[in-house]
């Protein structure tokens, strides 16, 4: 029987699905269940079945809840207490306390004045119709927003430039070229990508797909893409394979999985807090945590942006991609100084 949906109605952007995903959690205080979420929240709510078969939609949901986790949002999983270890009955929220503004937080008339100004494009731009609808299907489930959405903006990780267009070419199944930079090479190479997912993983967005000079599949990191995207005209290639989206992500955390670093950290730092959280294992006494990491260069520079607060004992190659980093730094600052 043929879908009575407009074609390419199912096709939401990522970054839409997450955003629209925290609002409905932001907008409840008791949670939603699973399949509360699945059947009202805007990209899942247009493929949702209600007659049952939605284990592809779940599983997405699973990986979405991963990603909203790693980009720093406290989502909580509260248990029923009328039924405990019924993963049906799990409901999902995102406490309302832990992501407002610290109250220490002050602004001054004029930043007040700019937050104002914002507020205004804010409501013009977020609260559109589909998140009306979505509002007014979670209050048809009985759940009343405890205020008004408006205020919270999400802090979802901003996209790198090159995600449109690497996203509208994937749609199209069309062909992208672009200049991207490995680290440790000097000039960005150029490649051409028959784009087959676009992931988010650790909390930044990689593409995977067919390099055609290299003639096998690559995952590249958005960000290491210098200038524009181009969009190749031409037929479209085939199809990739319908799982392809959690067979990068298993690849990409395997990876992870594969590599760990021993690093010890001050006492009390802001590195102990936020590293701490990550850590696969600790030793408190020692001040030693073990963390799983998928991309050195990328690692390197967030442990060099501690300065004395992080030091890597294992392994060799991530001590001294930290050291040349930090050694670089110094060196800019002298020049610096020197001019």
């Not at 805007?42 to 592809?56: H, I, K, M, T």
């Not at 104002?116 to 979670?138: F, I, N």
Request: charged share 30%; hydrophobic share 40%; proline share 6%.
């Amino acid at each position: 029987m043929a879908s009575s949906k407009p074609a390419g109605e199912s096709r939401i952007p990522v970054e839409d699905r997450l955003f629209s995903l925290v609002l409905a959690l932001l907008a409840t205080e008791t949670g939603l269940l699973k399949s509360e979420i699945l059947s009202t929240v805007r990209g899942y709510a247009e493929r949702y079945d209600p007659r049952g078969g939605n284990a592809n939609l779940e599983r997405q949901f699973e990986r979405d809840k991963d990603d909203i986790r790693d980009l720093g949002i406290p989502l909580e999983t509260v248990e029923s207490p009328d039924r405990p270890g019924d993963n049906q009955s799990l409901r999902y929220r995102i406490p309302k306390g832990e992501y407002d503004l610290p109250v220490d937080v002050r602004f001054t008339p004029d930043e007040l004045a700019l937050l104002g100004l914002a507020a205004e494009v804010w409501r013009e731009a977020s609260l559109s119709a589909d998140s009306q609808r979505a509002l007014t299907k979670l209050r048809s489930l009985g759940i009343e927003p405890r205020e008004p959405v408006i205020g919270y903006a999400p802090r979802l990780r901003v996209r790198d430039a090159a995600f449109e267009p690497i996203r509208q070419a994937l749609d199209k199944r069309q062909r992208v070229r672009f200049h991207y930079l490995k680290p440790g090479e000097r000039a960005p190479r150029l490649r051409t990508v028959e784009p087959y997912a676009v992931v988010l993983h650790e909390g930044r967005w990689h593409l995977h797909g067919r390099d055609v000079d290299a003639a096998g599949t690559r995952t590249f990191l958005l960000s290491r893409i210098v200038g524009d995207v181009k969009t190749l005209t031409g037929a479209p290639f085939d199809a990739p394979p319908a799982d392809v989206q959690d067979r990068v992500l298993a690849d990409l955390q395997a990876l992870r999985l594969s590599n760990s670093a021993d690093l010890a950290v001050s006492a009390g730092s802001d590195a102990e807090v936020r590293l701490g959280k990550r850590a696969a294992e600790s030793d408190e006494d020692a001040g030693v945590i073990r963390l799983h990491y998928t991309d050195e260069a990328v690692f390197a520079d967030e442990l060099a942006s501690y300065g004395p607060e992080v030091r890597v004992i294992a392994p060799d190659s991530l001590r001294r991609a930290v050291r040349d980093r930090l050694a670089a730094v110094a060196a800019a600052h002298r020049a610096g100084g020197a001019a």
